[in-house]
């Protein structure tokens, strides 16, 4: 079955830590992309990346690290210098040639304690 | 540059009625337009796309939308609303020079009554 998978559902996170949202498609797609969503709003780019090794910032990328060392995987970090991190994130990936078309993720809602 | 204007924030409807969802855009180039759908804490299902083809384009579930350059206008319609199809619906635009970026709308919650 090809996708895009996201874990965790759901996390948790301490004033001060860092946390990794893990993000994996099978689908062989070049290209991935990590949104944040925040309630009533459209989706705000953080990072992509459109090739392994290699990434670019998006619109919001401060507090936010990211890696790319494989097709497959793309995980994002939020560091402790993210100050507002509650939030809905959504991992994507680009395929389907011509007219290529962004997958989604199933996302992961991140909340502080 | 690149936007995406969503008219209505939310649109509440009647089942078995019809669905409109308005959406504007602007682009300095012949622009790639999507539509996506989201349940409540899920991801974005593709509805439909236009990449310069027919201007008519049907999607998934009966949803079907119109490239109207002239009015720089990309709504959304459906014919007969469902229950199932409420959930919030995002107008996408594509900066396809600049590594596949999307630009999104804010969105509008469709709620249909029974």
């Known amino acids: 079955d090809g996708g895009i998978t996201q874990s965790p559902k759901y996390l948790f996170r301490k004033e001060g830590q860092n946390v990794t949202l893990s993000c994996e498609q099978n689908?062989?797609?070049?290209?991935m992309y990590w949104y944040r969503q925040d309630p009533g709003q459209g989706l705000r780019l953080i990072y992509y990346s459109q090739i392994v090794n290699d990434f670019q910032k998006g619109d919001i990328a401060e507090g936010y690290s990211v890696s790319r060392e494989k097709k497959e995987s793309f995980p994002l970090t939020v560091t402790s210098a993210q100050k507002n991190p509650t939030a809905f994130y959504l991992c994507a990936s680009l395929g389907g040639g011509a007219g290529e078309t962004q997958y989604f993720g199933p996302g992961t809602r991140l909340l502080v304690l | 540059a690149q936007s995406v204007t969503q008219l209505d924030s939310h649109v509440s409807v009647s089942e078995g009625t019809p669905v409109l969802l308005r959406c504007n855009y602007s682009s300095s180039y012949s622009p790639s337009l999507f539509w996506y759908v989201q349940h409540p804490n899920k991801g974005l299902q593709l509805l439909l796309k236009?990449?310069?083809?027919?201007?008519l384009v049907k999607g998934i579930n009966g949803f079907e939308a119109e490239f109207k350059k002239s009015e720089t206008s990309f709504h959304l319609t459906k014919p007969s609303a469902h229950m199932s199809d409420a959930a919030e619906y995002f107008c996408?635009?594509?900066?396809?020079?600049?590594?596949?970026?999307?630009?999104f709308g804010q969105g509008t919650e469709l709620s249909v009554k029974p």
């Open positions: 689908l062989n797609h070049d290209a």
């Open positions: 996408v635009v594509s900066e396809w020079n600049q590594g596949g970026k999307l630009i």
């Open positions: 236009y990449t310069s083809a027919a201007t």
